[in-house]
């Protein structure tokens, strides 16, 4: 089990490398081509809407034909996505590559549901956690790479991409088998909403939450602590290194003593916390400590909740369940800078910060309502 969860870890790990290559390069490229900012709009959104639609097909279609096609699927569909950037010379070009890479990308919820087969329930929030872990660290190294690679042109940045993406798959078809636990529990089912409707509406309004900040806090910090652009890009990966820190060692720790649905809890008023000192930060000590609050809290949440919807949910309609968590997942990405934006321009810079944390209270208040795991159902260990 611990070699199937480093392979599937850094699977991930490197995934999230090559999509933090490119990500950050995307508007500055597009905007070198002449590319309006309605379609950079686009260009973005477009991502994040495929992997919306898609995440839960995919889930769905690894409980009937298996984790691991649709994993290799998946790699091999956003190596091609890479290779279309680094050829990209317009607008079209680029949003194919996005639509491929968002389509393709979706399998997040196929590779939680790859540790879930093969973690005993009393160990998926610490399993979770590792995972949630390599996304973090990903998402740190990933844009430090692409920032040197961009000075070389956009086409570095999408060939080292690829190749990065491209050995995942094979490293993956070589060394990462079908989960056991799935070969026995193959389902065409459909998983029932009202078990996991509590955490999936926890899972919206905290992601809703954490990414307002995503458009308040670099124009707060721009405008108001007069930061560079330098000095912002160290606060995304101080919370970065927090979320690593928390899901890589505490989470495993906390869950068995306190329970998925309380460390969730927690971890929401945590995001409260952060997200209301945020609009008072009179210097850069005060903004780190909100953000630690913020990253602690998210970062406990969100693999709790996970590994509650897993346990409650049978080994047969693991992947349907946490494809559609992926899919509220996303869904927040989307609503929450709209939100940020609209409230910012109407309101004034505290607005998103206070309306996150309002968020946060709510998905606190939906954790009350997960339920506890059956212990009779057959996402117990085999």
């Given at each position: 089990m611990r070699r199937q969860l480093a392979v599937?870890?850094?699977?991930?790990?490197?995934?999230?490398?090559?999509?933090g290559i490119v990500l950050p390069l995307m508007p500055a490229f597009a905007a070198s081509y002449g590319i309006s900012p309605l379609e950079i709009g686009v260009l973005i959104t477009s991502f994040s809407v495929?992997?919306?639609?898609?995440?839960?097909?995919?889930?769905?279609?690894?409980?009937r034909i298996g984790r691991r096609p649709v994993l290799l699927i998946g790699l091999a569909g956003?190596?091609?996505?890479?290779?279309?950037?680094?050829?990209?010379?317009?607008?079209w070009t680029l949003l194919a590559s996005r639509v491929i890479a968002g389509s393709m990308g979706a399998t997040v919820g196929v590779a939680q549901a790859y540790v879930a087969d093969i973690t005993p329930p009393e160990r998926r929030a610490q399993s979770m956690g590792i995972l949630g872990a390599g996304f973090a660290l990903g998402f740190i190294?990933?844009?430090a790479i692409g920032g040197v690679l961009y000075t070389h042109g956009h086409s570095a940045a999408g060939f080292v991409a690829a190749a990065l993406c491209g050995t995942n798959a094979l490293a993956a078809l070589l060394w990462l088998p079908e989960t056991p636990r799935h070969l026995s529990h193959r389902s065409s089912q459909r998983v029932p909403i009202r078990p996991i409707a509590a955490p999936l509406a926890a899972t919206v309004l905290l992601m809703s939450a954490f990414a307002v900040i995503h458009v308040s806090l670099p124009i707060m910090a721009q405008e108001e602590l007069k930061l560079s652009t330098q000095r912002i890009g160290i606060l995304f990966a101080f919370s970065g290194v927090i979320s690593a820190i928390v899901q890589g060692g505490l989470v495993g720790r906390i869950a068995p003593r306190v329970g998925e649905a309380r460390l969730a809890l927690v971890g929401a008023v945590l995001m409260a916390?952060?997200?209301?000192?945020?609009?008072?930060?009179?210097h850069v000590g005060h903004l780190y400590l909100a953000i630690g609050f913020l990253s602690?809290?998210?970062?406990?949440?969100?693999?709790?909740?996970?590994a509650a919807v897993s346990r409650m949910t049978a080994?047969?309609?693991?992947?349907?369940?946490l494809g559609l968590m992926q899919t509220g997942q996303n869904l927040g990405r989307i609503v929450g800078p709209l939100l940020a934006g609209a409230l910012y321009g109407a309101v004034g810079h505290a607005a998103p910060f206070f309306a996150g944390a309002g968020l946060a209270l709510a998905g606190a208040a939906a954790t009350l309502f997960i339920p506890a795991p059956s212990r009779t159902t057959d996402a117990a260990p085999a």
């Open positions: 599937v870890f850094t699977i991930v790990f490197i995934d999230l490398v090559g999509f495929l992997q919306l639609i898609v995440s839960p097909l995919w889930g769905a279609l690894s409980d956003s190596t091609l996505s890479y290779v279309l950037f680094a050829f990209a010379g317009g607008f190294l990933g844009p916390l952060g997200l209301a000192l945020m609009p008072g930060s009179a602690m809290g998210s970062a406990a949440s969100n693999p709790a909740i996970l080994a047969s309609l693991q992947g349907s369940a």
